[in-house]
């Protein structure tokens, strides 16, 4: 009798392990999957310059008062490498256009900036669906315009305005830093905050009227992220 009882729990013991077998043999494949993710993120963002002399242009009284800003776009690809379980890399690829606008009451510049930017960013969850990123980001110059148009001209009765174009080029390449704050609102769907600093100056040439010499740009960004694996 006692035997029967002790092969019946034998048994019992060998079905269980039989059943989580396949269970245990799963969950390495699940976590490797887990490791490696592709996904986009967006980004409505706002530019503006920092770093200029007080005297940067004839016109104004204050060196941040009418420096160039304005607003733009971007989006891309972004990849994601499980490093530790609280951390993760996710470097991104990002096209991006910007408009920027400089207006002193006297003359109106527009800058016009397309480029394809690169953040590798490190992330870090402190809390459950927070995540904190930093790192530094490139991006190369793909196409830009500075554009000069001043203020009213009179003819006799007509009244007119002269455009015409600026020395003045932005550089091929910029080096800033990220730094910024996201948030899951559901899985796989993400809401962020980012600042990206400047380092170097944006834009190298000549004017009579400014001088951009040590201008760099700082931008903040409003975008969403949405992971497919």
Do not use: C
Request: glycine share 10%.
């Amino acid at each position: 009798m006692h035997l029967s009882k002790a092969f019946s729990a034998a048994l019992l013991a060998a079905s269980v392990a039989m059943a989580q077998q396949p269970e245990m043999e799963q969950q390495p494949q699940k976590q490797a999957m887990n490791n490696f993710g592709v996904g986009i993120h967006a980004a409505f963002n706002y530019n503006t310059m920092f770093g200029l002399d007080d005297d940067w242009n004839i016109y104004s009284d204050s060196d941040d008062d009418d420096v160039p800003s304005g607003i733009g776009v971007e989006g891309g690809l972004g990849f994601r490498l499980q490093l530790l379980p609280f951390m993760q890399f996710t470097p991104e690829i990002l096209f991006n256009y910007a408009k920027l606008v400089q207006d002193d009451g006297k003359m109106d510049r527009k800058f016009t900036q397309m480029g394809i930017e690169f953040p590798l960013l490190l992330r870090i969850t402190p809390i459950d669906k927070l995540y904190l990123a930093a790192g530094p980001n490139f991006e190369l110059n793909v196409k830009d315009e500075a554009k000069l148009k001043s203020g009213e001209m009179k003819a006799g009765t007509e009244t007119f305005h002269h455009d015409f174009p600026e020395d003045y080029d932005r550089k091929s390449l910029q080096f800033g830093l990220t730094f910024g704050v996201g948030y899951y609102v559901i899985d796989k769907l993400s809401l962020d905050i980012r600042m990206n600093m400047g380092m170097n100056d944006v834009y190298e040439g000549e004017s009579l009227l400014i001088d951009l010499k040590g201008g760099k740009q700082m931008t903040f960004k409003f975008g969403a992220g949405y992971w497919f694996m």
